[in-house]
């Protein structure tokens, strides 16, 4: 599989008080196609609908009431996507508009039928062109910034690379608005809580999503098993020089053991509708045994879900454990936590299965 998820930010293609970068558009829509000549799928996530709005309506800060967002993005989306096509078309390619909400990856139905949709465009070989559909999306339903979005879509597709394109060149040392001692990592062997703690801070002037965003979109993507890139999105050439084996800005590691589709969208995709709270053995047979869940292992339920709704399993502290869907409602937890599996049946009436939660339905976090 050769394909690659890209995420461009707002700042590398819209200025809010120039409007869109038209040039800069035609400059990678030119990469993109020599990429697809190379053999290459190429999904793009685009941030910009809501900076070439303000433009439009003549704005000079971004808007924080979620109704002049809405608007900015209705107006910018189709100056957005006439950018995309005509840029695109000038070197003999197709282009399609995705825009998605936050429910279709909630979804299981719609998740799978979102990845068939997207598939599908690519076997045409035409480029989709991927957003946040903020015209309809609230506060319950928002992704917060496309950079969530793409890690997303590149787990949804099961791409082997995702590439972000960014303001600056990579992931620095420490912030080089504020420092010049500041050095770009060029290799990220793992995610840790000291990499995400650099990455804090640093913001974007008319996006929303910071390096700490990129860096959390990162580790999702390497739990899928997918290579990520951050890379500046300001200079020409880069994407090609990339893929043609040449270091740019910072890579980071994919995990050997990358997690299956199905679980990807379990620990990602899905929302969590409550929380069952384990003891001690429980958490140690999750952990460090690969255990399903059992009813005994269970103090107590927090929130109301049905059966095979998500939900986290946390410790007695509320550090979350693990997530995965459950084969019992909040009520019928309630009645059987801390009860054997042969008691089950005794106490409900019926017994749907031995386990609260099935290991092949639960990914630790």
Known sequence: MKRIVIKIGSNILADFNEGLDTQRISSIAREIAELQDMGYDVVIVSSGAIAAGMKKLALKQKPKDIKFKQAAAAIGQSSLMWAYEKSFGDYGRKVAQVLLTRDVFSDRKKYINSKNTILTLLSYKIIPIINENDTVATDEIMFGDNDFLASLVAGLIEAEKFIILSDVEGLYTEDPKHSAKAKVIEHVEEITPEIEKIAGGAESAVGTGGMYSKVIAAKRAVNHGIIVYIISGKKEGLLLSLMG?????????????????????????????????????????????????????????????????????????????????????????????????????????????????????????
């Open 245 to 365: 084996g040449k270091h740019c800005g910072t890579v980071f590691k994919p995990k050997k053991e990358k997690l299956s589709s199905k679980k990807g969208w379990i620990a990602y995709g899905s929302r969590s509708k409550g929380s069952i709270v384990i003891d001690g053995g429980a958490v140690k047979a999750l952990i460090q045994g690969g255990k399903s869940l059992l009813p005994s292992g269970i103090i107590s339920v927090e929130g109301i879900f049905e059966t095979g709704d998500a939900v986290y399993c946390t410790d007695s502290k509320g550090s979350r454990i693990a997530k995965g869907l459950t084969n019992y409602s909040s009520s019928e937890i309630n009645k059987i936590k801390g009860k054997k599996t042969s008691e089950i049946e005794k106490v409900l009436g019926y017994k749907y299965s031995d386990e609260a939660i099935h290991r092949d339905n639960l990914v630790l976090l």
